[in-house]
Structure formats: C-alpha cells, structure tokens
C-alpha cells in the first residue's frame, strides 16, 4: 500500500527535448528529437537538413571533372576517399585503366586520411566522454598529416587530389620522406593514445556494453565501417571489392563481436595500425609511370549505369552514377555510410541514459555533412 | 554465383520476371510494383540467396516513370543483384515498403519521398527528412523547377 503510494507521488512523465542542432556532442548541426521518461530515452528521432546542399542535384548540372569537387563537401574527413570513390566510377565508366603509379599513391594517401580521420574521432571521443586532453594530442599527430597534404595535394582538408584519369599533379620531392618520418613518429605515440584512454577506468564503464549492436542488425540496417565490424559484420570494402591498390597489400580487417561502444573504438585503434601497415608496403615501392591517364576535356560517359564502392573512414561509400551519354549524368546518388548508420542509433539507445546516448554517438563518428549531403 | 545461376533461381519464383545486364555491371531484375514485396522477401529468405544487405536504395526519375532501384549483397554467398521498379503514375506515385525485409531501407524511402514524392505502403515514419515539411514540389524530379534557387545552364 505505502509502495503504491509512493509510486503515485513519483510519477513520472514523458517529454520532449531537443538535442541540438548545436549540441556540442553532435559534432554539427545534428538535431535529435527526444523522447525521455526522466532519463531514460525512449525514442530518438533524428532531424535533418541543417546542412543539406542537395549535392546530388547539384551533381545533374556539372560535368565529372566538377562533380569531384563537391564530393569532398560531404565526409570532410575522408575527403580524398570520396573523390577517388568518383573518379573510379568515371573511370570505370570511360573504361580506362589508370597506372600502377596512380593506384599506389591514391592508396597511401587514402590511409593517411583514414589516420587523420580517426586521429580526429579519437581526440574527440575523449572530449565528448569528458577527457579534454586526448584532443591536444590527438590534434599534435594530426598536424604531421595534414602538413604532408598541404605539400602535396595543396590544401589540408578538401583535397581535390583525385581528377578522372589519376592525379592532377605528382607527388612532392619531400612525400615518401615525410609519410616516413610520420610513421616513425606515430608508431611510438599510438600506444600512448592506448596507455592514456583505453585502459582508463571511466572511459571503459562509459563504453563497455553501451549501445549494444548485433551483427544481424548491423547488416540489416546497412551500418558499415567501424559501427559494422565492430558487431563482426565483415564489410570492409577494401577486402570484399578491392579497389586501387588494395589488392597487392596486406591487412588484416578490424573485427570485433562485441558490437558495443569499445568495441567500435578498439576497431578503430586497430585500423590506425593496420593503415600504417599498409603504407610501409607500399612507400618504398612507389612505381614509375604516368600519373595522368589523358581523358577528353569534356568527359561524355557512355549510356549506362555505374557503381563503385570504396571504404571511407566511417563506413561503405557507394557511388551511383547513370548517363545518358550526354555532358552532364542524369543522376548521381551517394550512399553516404553516416546516413545509414544513423539509422541504427534510434533502435540501440533506447532504454538507455542521456549520457549513454552522447558516449554511442561519440563511438559512431557523425560527420553531419556526409548525412545530409 | 553466376548471373545466369541466380537468374534460374530467381524465375523459379513463378513471378515471369524481366532480366537484363545491358549497360550495367550486375544482373538487373525488373520487378511489377505489385510483386515488389513478395519478390523482395524471396530474395532475402531463399536459402540460395539470402540478399541480406541493401547498400544503396536510389530514387529514380526515368523521364516518364518513377521507381526505385535496389542493391543488393548477399554477405554469406557474395553475390549481388539490382532490383528495379518503376511507376508511371506521377501525380501519386505508391510502392511497397521494404523497409520491414531490411531495416535500413526506412531511412533511405524517406530521402527518396522528400526528393521524388514517392510514397511507401507500410512505412512507420513517412515525412519530409531533409526539406521542410512545407516545402512545395520534388526537387530531383526532372521536371521540377525552381527559378529562385535553381541554376540553369
């Protein structure tokens, strides 16, 4: 009776908050519309278009050559990724193979982008669960990397390194010096992000068994890259379709069953060391040869429809391309990874607390543009 | 698989299916709006299959239709499919939802209702993702136009 009581006085009520579109935890302008009973979430919905720029339409009216500078617009942080992801599919459409020099360097500096990628997401992980200090030194690294983009491509964010054909200058003199030097450098500071938040106490009871993902949901939700293989769904693209240079390396892909927050963040780890990998394969043994396979000024694919998959830093990037023969294609769709990983975050933090919310949404890696494109 | 080897399982359906691999890289099944579901449920359960991965779901404007395509992996057997379906009624165009067979397909019919107008059977959460809920027309259909904001070259 007196519990009965009790339970009447401390009854509760369900509500509405907004999180974000300026959430710092968000990492943009991602809005969640929760539901919550106290602090218990009992549904997430997602709202988008903060930052959608309707890149697909956009895509209708430009030729390819132009189409490549818009892809970078979407996941910034794997910017040269998703411009090769275009050139392939342009290339493939032309039917047009491009050098082993060309493969091999769009390889290594689509893993030093996965480094700085992840680099990002680590300091940044730390920052959203709390730990302020992970970010200065996962930002110290990072300078090395986009200090060798600025060399060599020009610019230390949006690349725009790839063009259809291969590249659109050669590597710098200094270039495999430099990615040395780097990977000398982070090879002995790696285990320091290890000793300094991976085996830290608050970090593990923030992730471990948080925002719990099986495999079957993994697959049926489409969410790939490190969400994916952190449930044990194997979908790395560069091992399933490889693409580039992909073929000749070897790498071991990332695979944990736990499919809970560390789970992502120690395939993340994994990863980093695995890039090193396969850059020190391939930084001696840059081959000779044309870097620029000629294409005509006006690319005109043929009638047809093409599809390439490549492995961004956050998951499976597909690109969609169908021509009518003409200038211009008559519709490009990207199947950006962070669009359908999103999609899973509503059926795996429900139940769960505020916080537990921020610490899955850290462990997923959003980058808003990618989602709204 | 081969192309030809999933083309013989998929026409023991019974469902009288057109295939074609013209102008693309994968087997092509073109499916009757009506069959969608069935077809696509068979295509995730049949033990020779088992398409359990979508990739990508793309909304589609073919000029006089409208339709969807899907891609589709198997991860156990490696192989892969594209399924279309197409639509000719413009002023209200309805497909089933296949957002019940892979889940991650409820996210991605609602991109395709916000841009081409598009509605889904059996949807949870049929809205406008990205543009507002006010917003007039379906700007990635071709006849869509927008003198404001739209470049014309």
Redesign the interface.
């Known amino acids: 009776m007196v519990e009965k009581e009790i339970e009447n006085k401390m009854k509760t009520e369900e509500y509405f908050v907004n999180m974000g579109p300026q959430h710092p935890a968000a990492h943009g302008v991602l809005r969640l519309l929760l539901t919550i009973d106290g602090e218990i979430i009992k549904n997430v919905d997602p709202d988008l278009g903060y930052i959608h720029r309707s890149i697909e339409k956009m895509c209708e009216r430009d030729s390819y050559q132009q189409i490549v500078h818009l892809t970078d617009r979407m996941d910034y942080l794997s910017s040269h990724i998703n411009n090769e992801a275009v050139c392939l599919a342009v290339e493939k459409g032309l039917d047009i193979e491009v050098s082993d020099r060309v493969k091999v360097i769009r390889t290594i500096v689509s893993e030093l982008t996965r480094l700085a990628s992840h680099q990002l997401w680590w300091g940044v992980i730390g920052m959203d669960l709390g730990a302020l200090t992970t970010y200065f030194y996962a930002f110290r690294d990072r300078e090395y990397i986009n200090d060798i983009f600025e060399e060599t491509c020009g610019a230390r964010l949006t690349m725009n390194y790839n063009i259809p054909g291969g590249l659109m200058f050669d590597i710098h003199p200094n270039f495999v010096n430099r990615v040395k030097e780097f990977l000398v450098h982070f090879k002995t500071k790696l285990p320091e992000y290890d000793r300094l938040l991976t085996g830290n106490v608050i970090f593990q009871k923030r992730t471990k068994g948080v925002g719990v993902l099986t495999k079957e949901d993994a697959i049926s939700y489409g969410a790939t890259g490190p969400v994916g293989r952190g449930s044990g769904f194997a979908c790395d693209v560069r091992k399933t379709h490889p693409y580039s240079a992909y073929d000749r390396v070897e790498f071991k892909e990332a695979l944990f069953t736990e499919g809970d927050s560390l789970a992502r963040y120690k395939v993340r780890i994994m990863e980093m060391w695995e890039s090193m990998s396969i850059i020190d394969q391939l930084i001696d043994n840059i081959p000779e040869g044309d870097i620029k396979t000629p294409t005509k000024a006006v690319i005109k694919l043929p009638k047809g429809e093409f599809y390439q998959r490549v492995e961004a830093a956050r998951g499976e990037l597909g690109v969609y391309i169908n021509s009518t023969g003409t200038k211009n294609p008559y519709r490009v769709k990207f199947r950006s990874s962070g669009f359908s990983n999103l999609s899973v975050l509503n059926h795996i933090t429900k139940g769960a607390k505020i916080a537990d919310l921020v610490a899955t949404m850290a462990s997923f890696d959003f980058v808003i543009p990618d989602i709204d494109r | 698989m081969k192309n030809e080897d999933l083309q013989n399982i998929i026409n023991g359906f019974g469902k009288n299916l057109e295939f074609t691999t013209?102008?693309?890289?994968?087997l092509n099944v073109i499916v009757p709006k009506e069959q969608l579901h069935e077809v696509c449920e068979q295509l995730k359960t049949n033990p020779d299959l088992k398409f359990?991965?979508?990739?990508?779901l793309?909304?589609?404007?073919w000029g006089s239709d409208l339709g969807v395509?899907y891609?589709l992996e198997s991860?156990e057997l490696?192989h892969l499919i594209v399924v279309k379906v197409k639509t000719d009624d413009r002023e209200n165009p309805t497909l089933d939802s296949v957002c019940d067979i892979?889940?991650?397909a409820?996210?991605?019919e609602m991109?395709v209702y916000d841009?081409f107008g598009i509605k889904f059977n059996n949807h949870p959460?049929l809205k406008r993702?990205?543009?507002?809920p006010d917003w007039d027309g379906w700007?990635?259909r071709k006849d869509y136009v927008d003198e404001a904001n739209m470049?014309?070259?």
Do not use: Q, V
């Not at chain 2, 359990?52 to 990508?56: A, E, N």
């Not at chain 2, 993702?129 to 507002?132: A, N, R």
């Open positions: 013209e102008e693309s890289e994968f359990d991965y979508l990739y990508c793309t909304g589609m404007d395509i891609h991860t490696k892979w889940r991650t409820e996210f991605h991109e841009f959460n993702l990205f543009l507002t700007p990635l470049i014309i070259k």
